[in-house]
């Protein structure tokens, strides 16, 4: 398919390849075996400027768009989702900063993310507020020169790894989500630590922790954007990062397609290689067309967002939505292909099909995401539009 | 540090095809790359350059094309390349090629050190290294494996025998050569790939390095390749038939025979 890339994202998309290839794949069923983070690899991707795609050129990054990161996040997840989501977290543990944060706050960190020196996350996520962002506990108190923190942020990605956290916390009880602000907050604080590192079932690779504030003293510089304007903000982050995870899923399902493609062409019963068998074929021919169908979705979003839109909520929960359902169906049909062996882990495919599965549920539920594309439905119907 | 690094252009295959009748290789279809020997010369130079300063200067000699490579060059960390290309040069055995080269690395001011890979994949001499140093009267090391220092006109380097490790401390200018066991090349970065697309990639010809006609190219050559071929595969094998015993002894007395036990 032509999808009418620019140079720099032929280029971009092309190196995330080579290094997918070169450094991840020797490496990835040992990376998930173990639950090991990807520090070789994050030190290679920052090598080759990855990480400043997603950093404007006034900070030391190359200024690319939404496409650029999800053509990368992609050609890494093809590979390994543990890894790219790793890669991508710290895209949108930084997306407060350049886009909320002021001059000081960009010159302070954005050159050293840009660089890959140091990885962001972002927190959101608590034990009672999950898909209910409303239900946030961890606080920002208002003390002289700045805010303590108190709470625990839960399932956070580059929790304990990332040295830059962007984290959500309520500075008004009685304001509900209009009470809450963004900080960023530097990993050694005295009162922040780390809980609980998660054991997953997928994207194992990828680091899952508890983040603890305890007393945590934040100096008032670092508050991002207003007091009150978290929730927007987050908002904002998540219709931006979304159609990442869509790219995520759009790299799991297609790594999982050529490997089934490749299975079925070698492993042989009843005397033909099982790709002769009409079963077979269109298993595989409804494979290819989710996949297309899904990165035609991803990149046609993604450029919507590049073009400077500023309502793209639709848009964007839908590239992760249907992205993410197909990634699901199609390595859960790749398993199938495999037959026995694909359940094995001496392959890949049950490791794409376990790294599948968070797609449908991190950054919105796809339910929830469901729930918010009717609810724009409705209102431009209202509207008349 | 003033380095440079000799690259070749080679087919990015093992399974070349030859024109039995020209007995010269099939060279359509295939992709052609770094000569993978030379990636290693460019990263340890690129490493030199970043502990002590200095620049890196990729030189090549070959057919225009070989300008992508350098571009690559440029792209792993290249301060600046120099393509030898001239039709005057074409057919070059690797004693013509080092002198095409050494006149070629006379003219560049100042340098401290010429590395090369150990050989390349498709001619497989390794002689280009030290024909190289001959020509330029300078001192040759093979097979290093690592560098140790490198003090002003001076380098403590190791480098690869049978059975071990030699420590050697080398005057410079030197020409070395670098084995694989020496480092690992990085992967090309967005800004030098950007940097590798603007870049000028100067050729320079015959003409321009003064060279002597005679000396280059197939004129210049001291050998000939009469002919290329694979050797045919024999194979002598042989079933023992008989039942086990007759077959161990069989097989035994075989052994004797031709002196094994």
């Known amino acids: 398919m032509e999808y009418l890339l620019n140079e720099q994202q032929k280029l971009v998309k092309n190196l995330a390849r080579k290094i997918a290839e070169e450094r991840i794949l020797p490496v990835r069923a040992d990376l998930d075996e173990r639950e090991e983070f990807p520090w070789a690899i994050m030190k290679d991707l920052a090598d080759s400027d990855l990480f400043r795609i997603f950093v404007p050129e006034e900070y030391e990054g190359l200024g690319g768009g939404c496409l650029d990161l999800c053509l990368i996040v992609e050609e890494l997840s093809r590979v390994c989702s543990g890894v790219a989501v790793t890669y991508a977290a710290s895209a949108l543990g930084s997306f407060a900063i350049r886009q909320f944060g002021t001059e000081e706050q960009k010159k302070k960190y954005l050159p050293d993310i840009a660089a890959g020196k140091r990885l962001t996350a972002f927190a959101l996520t608590e034990a009672s507020a999950g898909t209910d962002a409303t239900a946030l506990r961890t606080t920002a108190e208002k003390v002289a020169g700045g805010y303590v923190l108190n709470g625990t942020k839960q399932f956070i990605t580059n929790g304990g790894e990332a040295e830059i956290y962007t984290v959500i916390a309520l500075t008004d009880k009685t304001k509900g989500p209009r009470g809450a602000s963004a900080f960023l907050v530097d990993k050694g604080t005295p009162g922040f630590s780390f809980g609980k590192k998660e054991k997953k079932l997928g994207i194992r690779a990828s680091a899952t922790i508890e983040l603890i504030f305890r007393d945590c003293f934040i100096p008032e510089v670092n508050i991002v954007g207003r007091e009150g304007m978290g929730f927007i903000q987050t908002l904002h982050t998540l219709d931006w990062s979304r159609p990442g995870i869509g790219a995520q899923a759009v790299g799991v399902a297609q790594g999982a397609l050529e490997a089934a493609v490749d299975y079925a062409r070698q492993r042989v019963q009843f005397g033909h290689p099982i790709i002769a068998l009409p079963a077979v074929q269109t298993i595989l021919a409804d494979m290819a067309i989710q996949v297309e169908a899904a990165r035609a979705l991803v990149y046609a979003v993604a450029r919507t967002v590049d073009s400077g839109a500023k309502k793209i909520t639709e848009e964007s929960a839908m590239a992760k939505v249907f992205s993410s359902d197909v990634a699901m169906e199609v390595t859960t049909k790749a398993v199938q292909i495999f037959g026995g062996a694909g359940y094995m882990r001496d392959f890949p495919v049950e490791k794409m099909m376990r790294d599948a599965k968070i797609t449908q549920i991190y950054e919105g539920a796809n339910e929830m995401l469901r729930i918010t594309i009717a609810a724009e439905l409705r209102k431009r119907r209202g509207r008349r539009e | ?261």
């Not at chain 2, 690797?94 to 560049?108: G, R």
């Not at chain 2, 094998?237 to 035994?252: F, H, N, R, T, Y």
């Open chain 2, 1 to 261: 540090m003033n380095i440079v690094v000799c690259l070749k252009q080679v087919p990015g295959t093992t399974q070349v095809k030859i024109n039995p009748q020209t007995n010269t290789l099939i060279r359509q279809d295939i992709k052609n790359i770094v000569n993978p020997f030379d990636t290693y010369a460019l990263e340890e130079g690129v490493r030199l350059k970043e502990r002590y300063g200095g620049k890196v200067t990729a030189i090549s000699m070959g057919p225009p094309q070989a300008e992508g490579m350098l571009r690559e060059a440029i792209a792993a960390g290249a301060d600046q390349t120099i393509l030898l290309s001239d039709r005057a040069f074409a057919g070059a055995d690797t004693l013509a090629t080092a002198y095409t080269l050494a006149q070629a690395i006379k003219k560049i001011e100042g340098y401290d050190l010429v590395i090369c890979g150990r050989q390349t994949i498709d001619g497989d001499t390794g002689q280009v290294g030290p024909e190289l140093a001959e020509e330029l009267g300078l001192p040759f090391i093979a097979y290093v494996n690592k560098i140790e220092e490198t003090t002003t006109g001076q380098m403590r380097i190791q480098r690869m025998i049978e059975e071990g490790h030699e420590l050697i401390e080398t005057p410079l200018p030197a020409v070395i050569s670098v084995v694989k066991e020496i480092n690992v090349p990085r992967l090309p970065s967005l800004r030098g790939i950007i940097k590798a697309k603007d870049a000028i990639i100067p050729v320079w010809t015959a003409h321009n390095l003064g060279v002597d006609p005679s000396m280059v190219g197939l004129d210049g050559s001291a050998t000939r390749v009469v002919k290329i071929f694979f050797p045919e595969r024999v194979r002598h094998g042989e079933k023992l038939q008989g039942d086990l015993e007759d077959q161990v002894a069989s097989l035994i007395e075989k052994l004797r025979k031709s002196r094994v036990i």
